[in-house]
Protein backbone atom coordinates (compact mmCIF):
# COMPACT_ATOMS: atom_id res chain seq x y z
CA UNK A 1 0.00 0.00 0.00
CA UNK A 2 1.54 3.17 -1.23
CA UNK A 3 2.00 6.21 1.00
CA UNK A 4 -0.94 8.09 -0.71
CA UNK A 5 -3.68 5.29 -0.90
CA UNK A 6 -2.49 5.35 3.33
CA UNK A 7 -2.79 9.21 3.62
CA UNK A 8 -6.58 8.74 2.20
CA UNK A 9 -7.76 5.75 4.25
CA UNK A 10 -6.68 7.95 7.41
CA UNK A 11 -9.03 10.65 5.94
CA UNK A 12 -11.44 8.14 5.95
CA UNK A 13 -11.06 6.84 9.58
CA UNK A 14 -10.96 10.69 10.85
CA UNK A 15 -14.26 11.14 8.94
CA UNK A 16 -15.96 7.99 10.81
CA UNK A 17 -15.25 9.01 14.08
CA UNK A 18 -16.14 12.50 14.08
CA UNK A 19 -19.87 11.34 12.68
CA UNK A 20 -19.83 8.39 15.46
CA UNK A 21 -18.88 10.58 17.98
CA UNK A 22 -21.74 13.61 16.51
CA UNK A 23 -24.11 10.96 15.72
CA UNK A 24 -23.81 10.25 19.99
CA UNK A 25 -23.58 13.79 21.23
CA UNK A 26 -26.78 14.19 18.72
CA UNK A 27 -29.14 11.65 18.85
CA UNK A 28 -31.86 14.44 20.80
CA UNK A 29 -31.20 16.57 18.35
CA UNK A 30 -34.90 18.09 18.36
CA UNK A 31 -34.98 19.01 21.88
CA UNK A 32 -31.36 20.73 21.87
CA UNK A 33 -30.73 24.62 21.41
CA UNK A 34 -28.92 25.54 18.32
CA UNK A 35 -25.86 26.82 20.45
CA UNK A 36 -25.35 23.19 21.92
CA UNK A 37 -25.63 21.79 18.46
CA UNK A 38 -23.53 23.92 16.75
CA UNK A 39 -20.77 23.34 19.57
CA UNK A 40 -21.18 20.11 19.37
CA UNK A 41 -20.55 19.97 15.23
CA UNK A 42 -17.46 22.50 15.45
CA UNK A 43 -16.06 20.14 18.32
CA UNK A 44 -17.14 17.04 15.81
CA UNK A 45 -14.60 18.77 12.99
CA UNK A 46 -12.12 20.14 15.13
CA UNK A 47 -12.20 15.74 16.72
CA UNK A 48 -11.96 14.67 12.64
CA UNK A 49 -8.99 17.39 12.26
CA UNK A 50 -6.91 16.04 15.18
CA UNK A 51 -8.07 11.95 14.14
CA UNK A 52 -6.51 12.76 10.97
CA UNK A 53 -3.44 14.12 12.16
CA UNK A 54 -2.93 11.26 14.89
CA UNK A 55 -3.86 8.81 12.59
CA UNK A 56 -1.25 9.78 9.56
CA UNK A 57 1.31 10.24 12.56
CA UNK A 58 0.93 6.75 14.16
CA UNK A 59 0.43 5.15 10.07
CA UNK A 60 3.43 6.31 9.22
CA UNK A 61 5.37 5.41 11.64
CA UNK A 62 3.80 1.54 11.81
CA UNK A 63 4.55 1.64 8.13
CA UNK A 64 8.26 2.82 8.63
CA UNK A 65 8.72 0.19 11.15
CA UNK A 66 6.92 -2.29 8.80
CA UNK A 67 8.90 -1.92 5.72
CA UNK A 68 12.11 -0.30 7.41
CA UNK A 69 12.50 2.65 5.00
CA UNK A 70 11.18 5.90 4.74
CA UNK A 71 9.01 6.53 1.81
CA UNK A 72 9.07 9.79 -0.04
CA UNK A 73 5.76 11.57 -0.23
CA UNK A 74 6.42 12.90 -3.93
CA UNK A 75 3.24 15.17 -5.04
CA UNK A 76 3.50 15.24 -9.61
CA UNK A 77 1.24 16.21 -11.98
CA UNK A 78 -1.22 13.31 -11.49
CA UNK A 79 -1.48 13.34 -8.15
CA UNK A 80 -2.71 17.04 -8.47
CA UNK A 81 -5.22 15.87 -11.14
CA UNK A 82 -6.23 13.34 -9.16
CA UNK A 83 -6.58 16.03 -6.17
CA UNK A 84 -8.85 17.84 -8.65
CA UNK A 85 -11.15 14.96 -9.20
CA UNK A 86 -11.85 14.81 -6.08
CA UNK A 87 -12.36 18.52 -5.03
CA UNK A 88 -14.72 18.75 -8.42
CA UNK A 89 -16.88 15.36 -6.90
CA UNK A 90 -16.76 16.73 -3.56
CA UNK A 91 -18.47 20.31 -4.09
CA UNK A 92 -21.25 18.42 -6.85
CA UNK A 93 -22.39 16.05 -3.75
CA UNK A 94 -22.33 18.80 -1.62
CA UNK A 95 -24.12 21.52 -3.51
CA UNK A 96 -26.50 18.40 -4.42
CA UNK A 97 -26.83 17.57 -0.81
CA UNK A 98 -27.20 21.33 0.02
CA UNK A 99 -30.65 21.53 -2.03
CA UNK A 100 -32.20 18.72 -0.90
CA UNK A 101 -31.62 19.26 2.47
CA UNK A 102 -32.93 22.49 1.82
CA UNK A 103 -35.79 21.24 -0.04
CA UNK A 104 -36.57 18.68 2.77
CA UNK A 105 -36.46 21.76 5.18
CA UNK A 106 -38.99 23.58 2.96
CA UNK A 107 -41.21 20.59 2.08
CA UNK A 108 -41.52 18.86 5.83
CA UNK A 109 -41.14 22.12 7.66
CA UNK A 110 -38.51 20.26 9.30
CA UNK A 111 -37.02 21.64 12.28
CA UNK A 112 -33.91 24.25 11.87
CA UNK A 113 -31.79 21.83 13.84
CA UNK A 114 -32.31 18.93 11.44
CA UNK A 115 -30.60 21.31 8.62
CA UNK A 116 -27.66 22.38 10.32
CA UNK A 117 -27.04 18.93 11.26
CA UNK A 118 -27.62 17.52 7.69
CA UNK A 119 -25.52 20.48 6.28
CA UNK A 120 -22.14 19.35 8.28
CA UNK A 121 -23.10 15.77 7.37
CA UNK A 122 -23.10 16.86 3.59
CA UNK A 123 -19.40 17.95 4.47
CA UNK A 124 -18.39 14.79 5.40
CA UNK A 125 -20.39 12.54 2.89
CA UNK A 126 -18.69 15.08 -0.09
CA UNK A 127 -15.31 14.49 1.77
CA UNK A 128 -15.77 10.64 1.89
CA UNK A 129 -17.06 10.07 -1.28
CA UNK A 130 -14.04 12.40 -3.03
CA UNK A 131 -11.91 10.04 -0.54
CA UNK A 132 -13.21 6.80 -2.27
CA UNK A 133 -12.65 8.33 -5.87
CA UNK A 134 -9.16 9.17 -4.96
CA UNK A 135 -8.47 5.36 -3.83
CA UNK A 136 -10.05 4.65 -7.24
CA UNK A 137 -8.00 6.84 -9.07
CA UNK A 138 -4.77 5.79 -7.26
CA UNK A 139 -5.41 1.96 -7.93
CA UNK B 1 -13.19 17.93 -36.80
CA UNK B 2 -14.62 14.99 -34.95
CA UNK B 3 -13.95 14.15 -31.83
CA UNK B 4 -11.84 10.99 -31.35
CA UNK B 5 -9.96 9.65 -28.48
CA UNK B 6 -6.24 8.95 -29.65
CA UNK B 7 -4.40 6.42 -27.96
CA UNK B 8 -0.97 7.48 -26.74
CA UNK B 9 1.38 4.56 -26.57
CA UNK B 10 4.67 4.49 -24.96
CA UNK B 11 8.05 2.82 -24.96
CA UNK B 12 9.32 3.68 -21.17
CA UNK B 13 9.38 -0.09 -19.63
CA UNK B 14 11.58 -1.24 -22.34
CA UNK B 15 13.86 2.10 -22.58
CA UNK B 16 14.55 1.30 -19.05
CA UNK B 17 15.89 -1.76 -19.37
CA UNK B 18 17.81 -1.19 -21.86
CA UNK B 19 19.17 1.36 -19.62
CA UNK B 20 21.11 -0.55 -17.20
CA UNK B 21 18.17 -1.81 -16.34
CA UNK B 22 16.61 1.09 -14.40
CA UNK B 23 14.47 0.82 -11.80
CA UNK B 24 10.47 2.27 -11.77
CA UNK B 25 12.18 4.18 -8.36
CA UNK B 26 15.68 5.75 -10.28
CA UNK B 27 13.54 7.31 -13.45
CA UNK B 28 11.00 8.34 -11.01
CA UNK B 29 13.52 10.11 -9.23
CA UNK B 30 15.22 10.99 -12.28
CA UNK B 31 12.05 13.05 -13.53
CA UNK B 32 11.21 14.27 -9.94
CA UNK B 33 7.91 11.88 -10.07
CA UNK B 34 5.88 9.04 -8.09
CA UNK B 35 6.74 5.62 -8.49
CA UNK B 36 3.18 4.74 -9.18
CA UNK B 37 2.91 7.71 -11.73
CA UNK B 38 5.97 5.74 -13.87
CA UNK B 39 3.57 2.84 -13.15
CA UNK B 40 0.65 4.60 -14.73
CA UNK B 41 2.65 5.40 -17.52
CA UNK B 42 4.19 2.10 -18.58
CA UNK B 43 0.53 0.62 -18.37
CA UNK B 44 -0.99 3.38 -20.70
CA UNK B 45 -3.23 4.30 -17.86
CA UNK B 46 -2.14 7.86 -17.93
CA UNK B 47 -0.68 10.44 -20.13
CA UNK B 48 1.81 12.72 -18.80
CA UNK B 49 1.55 16.06 -19.99
CA UNK B 50 3.94 17.76 -22.84
CA UNK B 51 6.52 19.01 -20.26
CA UNK B 52 6.88 15.24 -18.30
CA UNK B 53 7.17 13.45 -21.78
CA UNK B 54 10.22 15.70 -22.40
CA UNK B 55 11.82 15.00 -19.26
CA UNK B 56 11.48 11.11 -19.61
CA UNK B 57 12.20 11.21 -23.19
CA UNK B 58 15.58 13.45 -21.91
CA UNK B 59 15.98 10.92 -19.33
CA UNK B 60 16.94 8.04 -21.97
CA UNK B 61 18.48 10.35 -24.59
CA UNK B 62 15.91 10.02 -26.62
CA UNK B 63 13.63 12.24 -28.93
CA UNK B 64 10.20 12.24 -27.53
CA UNK B 65 8.47 10.85 -30.80
CA UNK B 66 10.91 7.56 -29.56
CA UNK B 67 9.42 7.68 -26.10
CA UNK B 68 5.58 8.46 -26.97
CA UNK B 69 3.84 7.33 -30.06
CA UNK B 70 0.18 7.59 -31.58
CA UNK B 71 -0.98 3.55 -31.97
Redesign the interface.
Known amino acids: M?I?IRNTFTEIISVAIAIIWMYSKLNEAANMSIASITQVLVQGIGISILAAIFFAIVIHIVSAIITKSKEKN??????NIIEFYALRLSNVIFGISLLIILALLGWFNLHINFGIIAITLSVFLASICSTFLKIYL?K | MAKKKIHIENTVRRLRFNNNEMTQLEL?DLV??????VV?IEKYK?T??LE?AFKIALAFNKEIQEVFFIN
Open positions: NKVVDERDY | AGISRQTAYPSL
